[in-house]
């Protein structure tokens, strides 16, 4: 089993920033091992919609094209962290922000996510 642990939502104005975390950890986590680590948001009412993703082992990211250029997804191996700084937040950033794993290489599909955490609020005021 692999644990992450989402932590640093709250509530900003527009415009504003925050940084989230996902800590990962668990006795079968090998920061050795090849893995994705995503985020998902999510408003009520709507499915999961994936945003950005990383590669654990070449710390390379990807992003959608709504978060290019505001948001930025790095990791931290010897902490076994990644970060999301998001900046420029719009209103329509708000939701709940979930961090997911995989095993293996990118994916958007939030089927082939084994691991998730628990979830984070993130509330952008207009």
């Known amino acids: 089993q692999v644990q992450l642990v989402e932590s640093g939502g709250g509530l900003v104005q527009t415009g504003g920033s925050l940084r989230l975390s996902c800590a990962l950890s668990g006795p079968t986590f090998n920061p050795w091992n090849t893995y994705t680590v995503a985020w998902y948001r999510q408003v009520p009412g709507k499915d999961r919609e994936y945003f950005t993703s990383i590669n654990w082992s070449s710390g390379v990211p990807r992003y959608i094209d709504s978060v290019q250029g505001r948001f930025v997804l790095s990791r931290v191996t010897r902490e076994n962290t990644v970060y999301l700084h998001m900046n420029s937040l719009k209103p329509e950033d708000t939701g709940g922000y979930y961090c997911?794993?995989?095993?293996?290489?990118?994916?958007?599909?939030?089927?082939?996510?084994?691991?998730w955490g628990q979830g984070t609020q993130v509330t952008v005021s207009s």
């Open positions: 997911a794993a995989k095993t293996g290489t990118y994916s958007d599909i939030d089927l082939d996510y084994k691991y």
